[in-house]
């Protein structure tokens, strides 16, 4: 009998799993994918599902590789390496969309602070800055002048960046979220645990320097594209920019409106997911001064509820599917349809080292 197991955590991906799992009778175990004995607990299951994402310093620290070696006990995984080895890697996002050819917005990284110095006496500006990691524009600025590339750039290849978020990120796009007074009042009392854990974040996050990494800016967007494709299907919706500003990531604008929604970008995302071969994958898209789409970058996880509220979804082949549909339920279906269609064994049989040691 098929057997599932998930890594638990609040607030993540795992609460539905684990309630669809109750709900519809599906066998699973919870299991600790940080713990020592990850490996030896996996044993006799036929596939993992843990939700990580860029803010959790020990799954930045370890993820991909734990992943990578579940993977090869033939054990089904979601995210696969496929989907998240690139996850909150802005500069491996670059390399691996250019190797496919895929329309991105065009980037620019150095190593060397030379080469930087001489792209930056050349370049046209603005530009965009941004560390390699960090989501919902976090990490992102707009540089202006020549002047502040330079000092960007001397930072860079001096004493770094701190890649957490500061104690108060982001305070008015937060504040104006806020609906009430109760709302306010609740976010007023999780602030000292916020505070800590942003604490805790900067302490653990490795400095990013000895590179330098720009992107051209692309004017006139007033808002981004965000297509989600999970298997054989496509969410969208659009974010405005936040007011005063060119980003539009983190804004908590969006609106849900699927005749505004450019089909290019639906069917580019999935064809470069189907080339990546990636199970799940959002995509952000602005437009150049041919109002072509080019993607900004991309990222396996997301807001689940935002995805949830768009109110349908395109297949493969462009068709509207006129029903609302939880991420999450998405990408479980699809696991468990590749468990229930795998004709070989879902865990190969082992070596047994001792008797070829004798």
């Known amino acids: 009998m098929m057997k599932l197991a998930i890594h638990e955590q609040q607030d993540s991906f795992s609460d539905r799993w684990i309630s669809y799992c109750d709900t519809n009778k599906i066998p699973f175990k919870l299991v600790n994918c940080y713990d020592s004995r990850i490996i030896y607990d996996l044993k006799n299951v036929d596939a993992l599902l843990w939700h990580w994402t860029h803010f959790e310093t020990k799954g930045q620290l370890v993820a991909k590789q734990i992943i990578a070696a579940v993977e090869s006990l033939g054990i089904t995984v979601f995210p696969n390496i496929n989907t998240c080895w690139h996850y909150d890697d802005k500069i491996a996002q670059k390399y691996l969309l250019e190797a496919i050819d895929a329309p991105i917005v065009p980037s620019h990284i150095f190593f060397s602070k030379t080469e930087a110095t001489l792209f930056i006496e050349r370049a046209n500006y603005p530009l965009v800055f ?36 500061g104690y108060f990120t982001d305070a008015i796009t937060k504040l104006r979220k806020v609906k009430n007074v109760f709302n306010l009042f609740d976010k007023m009392k999780r602030l000292p645990i916020s505070i800590m854990n942003t604490m805790t974040d900067r302490n653990l996050f490795a400095l990013q320097k000895g590179y330098l990494y720009f992107q051209d800016f692309l004017p006139d967007n007033s808002f981004d594209t965000r297509i989600t494709i999970i298997g054989d299907r496509a969410f969208g919706f659009q974010r405005n920019v936040r007011p005063g500003d060119f980003r539009a990531s983190g804004s908590g604008h969006i609106l849900y409106d699927n005749d505004k929604i450019d089909m290019r970008c639906v069917e580019i995302s999935f064809n470069v997911s189907k080339q990546l071969k990636t199970q799940s994958l959002c995509f952000d898209y602005i437009f150049d001064d041919k109002n072509d789409p080019k993607i900004c970058e991309i990222s396996y996880c997301f807001q689940s509820k935002a995805v949830y509220n768009c109110t349908g979804y395109w297949d493969s082949k462009l068709n509207w599917v006129d029903k609302k549909m939880w991420p999450e339920d998405a990408i479980l279906l699809d696991l468990i349809e590749k468990l229930l269609c795998n004709d070989e064994p879902i865990i190969p049989k082992k070596v047994c080292y001792k008797q070829v040691m004798k």
Do not use: H, P
């Open 130 to 165: 941004k560390l390699r990691c960090g989501a919902g524009s976090q990490n992102v600025r707009l540089v202006k002048t020549k002047k502040d590339a330079k000092r960007l750039c001397n930072k860079a290849f001096s004493k770094g960046f701190i890649a957490a978020e």
